[in-house]
């Protein structure tokens, strides 16, 4: 089996600056890509920003320049730095990955439980 949790979430004022960290456990092989989503109160889920297994990085244009992801290959964990936070960043954040394991044999795609950010005076 594979877990992927989320930490690092919180409340935070606009213009402030939080980091999230997704470690991924289990009967693993390899990651390919990893990846942080968000869905706000009555919204879709949207891709925030993902990382592949060579560093190759993509952003949503709501969030570029202002978020960093990366990534831990020998920790099997994703990070997201958020500054210059805005009201508008409020969400549940999740994490997911590509994940191949050894038990089950498989590659599958993995979600964390979600982690909540707040951006709020």
């Known amino acids: 089996q594979v877990q992927l949790v989320e930490s690092g979430g919180g409340l935070v004022q606009p213009g402030g600056s939080l980091r999230l960290s997704c470690a991924a456990s289990?009967?693993?092989?390899?990651?390919?890509?990893m990846g942080w989503h968000r869905q706000a109160p009555g919204e879709q889920r949207e891709l925030v920003a993902y990382v592949s297994s060579g560093g190759s990085t993509n952003y949503a244009d709501s969030v570029k320049g202002r978020f960093t992801i990366s990534r831990d290959n020998a920790k099997n964990t994703v990070y997201l730095q958020m500054n210059s936070l805005k009201p508008e960043d409020t969400a549940v954040y999740f994490c997911?990955?590509?994940?191949?394991?050894?038990?089950?044999?498989?590659?599958?795609?993995?979600w964390g439980q979600g982690t909540q950010v707040t951006v709020s005076s």
């Open positions: 997911n990955g590509v994940v191949v394991s050894s038990w089950p044999r498989r590659v599958a795609e993995y």
């Open positions: 289990g009967s693993i092989v390899s990651i390919a890509s």
